[in-house]
């Protein structure tokens, strides 16, 4: 087999995992932490700095090529997995999928990762574990296969390939007013995120969010280049439901009015409320999405919390609960998960938004950039941390080098042919 040995190296995320529950309960910010105790299991302090594994696969020809594990800033909330822990994961991996490494054919992916994915005593690895170890097997095949990371997508799910470029989208963290002026004059598809976390943020009856998302606006038409028009989008973190009430004609009504005042703009609104469970956020997102679309408004609800896994994703897309699917990279495990999330959410008419989070790496978002050009999923996010100029640099080089290549291997098969 072509895999002869595994190494593991202990790595920095590239922002925090932070105790979402605490936030929402009023922890107060003193600088860059929360001042208050935390309330997530697993947290010892609200914010703890991102803490990864890469894992690394020597081959036979002496290469080693690598993939990067960690959770999401947001760890242990909204049915996700808990805390990352280097220690335990670095000794799971060991024992257990260390040595089914050493027996797959690195050179089929898919099938890498059915076998080494294979649930013990019926329990499925770590999300974490699943994710790095695939972008390793993912690289581990197209080195094998002299292809991109996005052709050997495009072979196995028999796809064709990609031409186009896939819209990127930036998110700002607390730093929102400087952030935003970067992303209008980098002229990012997609913008700005705002982190609106915190009752402080969102204001009373969403006042303070509402002249946020009218500030934007017109900041974009103020120092945007003539004929920039980005899509607006803002995640809330579930605060219309807290502040506004849990009953989905409300929360809609909320929406229009915020999506009015910003005529011209496509408004996306990431997680306006948390009901509490996966069923439960579908009923109710159906609805919300049922009504904004019976008064065609410009508004379009995107689901992140309670919906993780691939199997979730599959229940919103199919009871139309979303016009946008965040597939949040860490938390559907697998890659080729992530691929299949992708082409679900196409299957079924609604929007895939590859996605992830600020703790991820080079390394996880590189190969995102690849999964998200060969299923062409309709936008992906600017990752790791929480600052523009990086993760925009990282995820929108690596896709201008994905399709130069593209270009050149199709242009090959032209002349061929």
Same mark, same amino acid.
Request: include cysteine; hydrophobic fraction near 40%.
């Given at each position: ?7 593991? $190296?202990?790595? +920095?995320?590239a922002?925090f ?6 936030? *929402?309960?009023?922890a ?6 929360y001042?208050?105790a ?8 609200i914010?703890?700095?991102a803490?990864s ?5 020597v081959?036979?020809? /002496?290469t080693?090529v ?8 947001? #760890?242990?909330a909204?049915?996700?997995?808990p805390?990352?822990?280097? +220690?335990q ?10 040595p089914r490494l050493l027996?797959v054919d690195?050179?089929?992916f898919?099938?890498s990762c059915?076998?080494? %994915?294979a649930?013990a005593?019926?329990?499925r690895l770590?999300l974490?574990?699943?994710?790095g170890? #695939? ?6 095949a197209?080195h094998? !296969?002299?292809?991109t990371?996005?052709e ?5 799910f028999d796809?064709?390939?990609?031409r ?11 730093a *929102?007013?400087? +952030?935003v002026? /970067?992303m209008?004059l /980098?002229?990012v ?5 705002g982190l609106? +976390?915190? *009752?402080?943020?969102?204001g009373?009856?969403?006042?303070? %969010?509402?002249e946020f998302? /009218?500030?934007?606006?017109t900041r974009t ?5 003539p004929?920039? =028009?980005?899509?607006l =989008? %803002?995640?809330?973190?579930g ?10 004609q409300r929360? $809609?009504d %909320?929406?229009?009015?915020? &999506?009015d005042t910003?005529?011209?703009?496509t408004?996306n609104?990431?997680s306006p ?10 009923e @109710? ?9 019976d008064?065609?408004?410009?508004a ?5 919390? *309670?919906c @993780? ?11 139309k609960?979303? =016009?946008?699917v965040?597939?949040k990279?860490?938390d559907?495990? #697998?890659i080729?998960?992530t691929?299949?999330?992708?082409l679900?959410c196409k299957?079924?008419?609604?929007g895939a938004?590859?996605g ?5 790496t ?5 190969a995102?950039? =690849?999964?998200?050009? &060969?299923?062409?999923?309709d ?7 929480m600052?523009v100029?990086e993760?925009f640099?990282?995820?929108?080089n690596?896709? @201008?080098r994905?399709?130069?290549m ?5 242009t !090959? ?5």
């Open positions: 087999m072509q895999i002869t040995d595994v190494l593991l $190296a202990s790595g +920095n995320g922002f995992y932070d105790d979402q529950e605490a936030i *929402r309960s009023g107060t910010q003193d600088g860059f932490i001042v208050a935390p309330r997530t299991p697993g947290f010892k302090s914010r703890i700095p803490s594994l890469s894992i690394g696969l081959l036979t020809d /002496k080693v690598w993939g990067d594990m960690m959770n999401v800033q947001y #760890s242990g909204g049915g996700r997995d805390l990352f822990d280097t +220690n994961i670095s000794d799971l991996t060991s024992r257990m999928v260390a027996n690195a050179s089929r898919r099938d059915t076998m080494v %994915f649930p005593e019926h329990l770590p974490a574990v699943e994710y170890v #695939s972008q390793a097997l993912l690289r581990a197209a094998l !296969q002299r292809k990371m996005a050997i997508i495009c072979a196995e796809l064709p390939l990609p186009c470029r896939v819209p990127i989208y930036c998110q700002s963290g607390d *929102r007013e400087i +952030n002026d /970067k209008i /980098k002229a598809d997609v913008l700005p995120h609106i +976390n915190s *009752r402080q943020k969102f009373t009856d969403g006042l303070t %969010f509402m998302v /009218k500030w934007v606006a038409r103020e120092i945007g280049r004929g920039y =028009h980005p899509v =989008h %803002f995640d809330v973190y605060w219309i439901g807290q502040e506004i009430g849990l009953e989905p929360i $809609a %909320f929406i229009c009015k915020v &999506a910003v005529p011209g703009f408004l609104i990431e409320a948390d009901f509490g469970s996966t069923q439960s956020q579908i @109710n997102y159906a609805q919300i999405v049922s009504i904004l679309d008064r065609g408004s410009s379009r609800i995107v689901v992140d919390e *309670r @993780n896994t691939l199997e979730d994703i599959r229940l919103f897309a199919e009871a609960a979303v =016009h946008l965040q597939i990279t860490p559907v495990g #697998s080729a998960d691929a299949r999330a992708v679900i299957a079924n008419k609604v938004y590859v992830g989070s600020c703790t991820e080079d390394l996880s978002a590189q995102s950039v =690849h999964i998200s050009v &060969a299923t062409q999923a936008m992906m996010l600017a990752k790791p941390g600052g100029d993760a640099s990282i995820v929108g690596e896709q @201008n994905l399709l130069a593209l270009n050149r291997r199709r !090959q098969n032209e002349n061929v042919g």
